[in-house]
T-cell receptor, first 111, second 116 residues
């Protein structure tokens, strides 16, 4: 029930392209869905987050699309840059603010 | 910019030994968390802590684990008798609140624990 499924496991995108990472969940009690970015040797850092009452949230080149009925959400990175190369984790939160993470997507942006 | 710090960055220990991982959360935060990430796997929730009490814990957080806030700044995770499968990166996180504007969890850089 607390599982968050994430795909793909790895992604290679050309500079300037669109990176798309997908996540799905089962627990309808989740009320907050953040995306975290992790560089090697660093802890995860919040990138962007959405609540289930909103279908889309955009911050700069990063957009979350949320489909409540399908229990799916995705991260779109527009105009992907080599500096975006990192591991991306989707997560879902219970009311107690405990995060349950997806398995991660290693993004490589080729110059 | 305030940040969560963790010490040590790396720890190697023998199976059966006790280890204490230390964290200094962001100073005005009230909620504290430990997560772990086994190499190549997802980040997993271990425990959350507020007002000197455990708020929630996962199935992973068994009797071998304990947390403590020994003073006004440190937050520690103790593993009483380490097992090989405890080898992982351990992340501490903190947040100002659990909902609303202060809900964001800020993660430290992690402690890589290797149990031999």
């Amino acid at each position: 029930q607390q599982q968050v499924k994430q795909s793909p496991q790895s992604l290679i995108v050309q500079k300037g392209g669109i990176s798309i990472i997908n996540c799905a969940y089962e627990n309808t009690a989740f009320d907050y869905f953040p995306w975290y970015q992790q560089f090697p040797g660093k802890g995860p850092a919040l990138l962007i987050a959405i609540r289930p009452d909103v279908s889309e949230k955009k911050e700069g080149r990063f957009t979350i699309s949320f489909n409540k009925s399908a229990k799916q959400f995705s991260l779109h990175i527009m105009d992907s840059q080599p500096g975006d190369s990192a591991t991306y984790f989707c997560a879902a939160r219970t009311g107690a603010n405990n995060l349950f993470f997806g398995t991660g997507t290693r993004l490589t942006v080729i110059p | 910019e305030p940040e969560v710090t963790q010490t040590p960055s790396h720890q190697v220990t023998q199976m059966g030994q006790e280890v204490i991982l230390r964290c200094v959360p962001i100073s005005n935060h009230l909620y504290f968390y430990w997560y772990r990430q086994i190499l190549g796997q997802k980040v997993e929730f271990l425990v959350s802590f507020y007002n000197n009490e455990i708020s929630e814990k996962s199935e992973i957080f068994d009797d071998q684990f304990s947390v403590e806030r020994p003073d006004g700044s440190n937050f520690t995770l103790k593993i009483r008798s380490t097992k090989l499968e405890d080898s992982a990166m351990y992340f501490c996180a903190s947040s100002a609140q659990v909902t609303g504007a202060g809900e964001t969890q800020y993660f430290g850089p992690g402690t890589r624990l290797l149990v031999l």
